[in-house]
C-alpha cells in the first residue's frame, strides 16, 4: 500500500480496539415469537417449541459491514407487559418489540411497551433505537393487522419497522438485527 503523505509522518500506534458491544433487548406478549426471532439469529434454526417461561442473554461475534460487534440479545419472557423492566432498561442500547401478525391482542400490547421504552429513552443520550416488528408472515392467511396499521404504529413512536417470519429465511432475520446495530452506531 502507499500512503503519500505517510512517509513523512511519526509513526502512530493505532490502539487495539475491542469489539464493540451492542445490548439488544426482545419484548412483546407471550407467543409472539421472541424466542423463535432470537434462536434464529443466533444458530439460523427455527425452533419451534421453546420453553415460554426461559428469560435468557446470549451472546454472537457478527460482522456488520466489516466490523466486528458483540451482539448480545435479551430474550425476555415477562407475563404482564413492562412490569419490572428496570433490569433491561439501563442495560439495553436498542429494543426490538414484537408482535404477531395473526394476533391482534399481542399488537395491542406492543403499545405499553413502546409508551414504557419511548417514556425512558426520551432525553437519553446516545438514544436507543427502537423496531417495532410484526412476525409470523408466513401466517399471511389468517392476519388480524394490517402492514398499515404497524407503520402507524410505528410513525407515532418515531421507530423502525419491519415484518418478517422466523421459520421462513434466516438472511431477512439477520436482516433486522444487523439493522439495529447500524442503528446503534449512527447514535
Ligand atoms: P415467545 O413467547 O414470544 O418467546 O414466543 P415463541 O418464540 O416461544 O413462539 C411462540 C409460538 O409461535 C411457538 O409455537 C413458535 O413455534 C411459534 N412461532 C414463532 N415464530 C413463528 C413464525 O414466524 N411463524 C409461525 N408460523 N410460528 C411461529
Ligand atoms: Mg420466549
Redesign the pocket.
Known amino acids: 500500500l502507499m500512503f503519500g503523505k505517510a512517509r513523512t509522518c511519526n509513526i502512530v500506534t493505532v490502539p487495539e480496539h475491542e469489539p464493540s458491544e451492542c445490548n439488544i433487548v426482545i419484548l412483546?406478549?407471550?407467543?409472539?415469537?421472541?424466542?423463535?426471532?432470537t434462536v434464529k439469529f443466533l444458530t439460523k434454526r427455527?425452533?419451534?417449541?421453546?420453553d415460554?417461561n426461559l428469560e435468557d442473554t446470549y451472546s454472537s461475534e457478527e460482522a456488520v459491514d466489516q466490523q466486528p460487534v458483540l451482539v448480545k440479545v435479551m430474550?425476555t419472557?415477562d407475563q404482564d407487559g413492562p412490569v419490572n423492566c428496570e433490569r433491561y432498561l439501563s442495560w439495553a442500547n436498542a429494543f426490538i418489540i414484537?408482535y404477531?401478525i395473526d394476533n391482534r391482542s399481542s399488537f395491542e400490547a406492543c403499545q405499553q411497551y413502546l409508551e414504557t421504552v419511548t417514556v425512558y429513552c426520551k432525553g437519553l443520550q446516545p438514544e436507543a433505537p427502537v423496531v417495532l416488528l410484526g412476525?409470523?408472515?408466513?401466517?399471511e392467511r389468517y392476519r388480524q393487522v394490517s402492514k398499515a396499521d404497524g407503520a402507524a404504529l410505528a410513525l407515532r413512536f418515531g421507530c423502525l419497522f419491519f415484518e418478517?417470519?422466523?421459520?421462513?429465511d434466516f438472511l431477512s432475520v439477520q436482516h433486522i438485527f444487523h439493522e439495529v446495530v447500524r442503528e446503534v452506531r449512527r447514535e
Do not use: T
Open positions: 412483546g406478549a407471550m407467543g409472539s415469537g421472541k424466542s423463535a426471532l427455527f425452533i419451534s417449541e421453546y415460554p430474550d419472557a414484537v404477531s412476525n409470523k408472515v408466513d401466517m418478517v417470519s422466523a421459520c421462513l
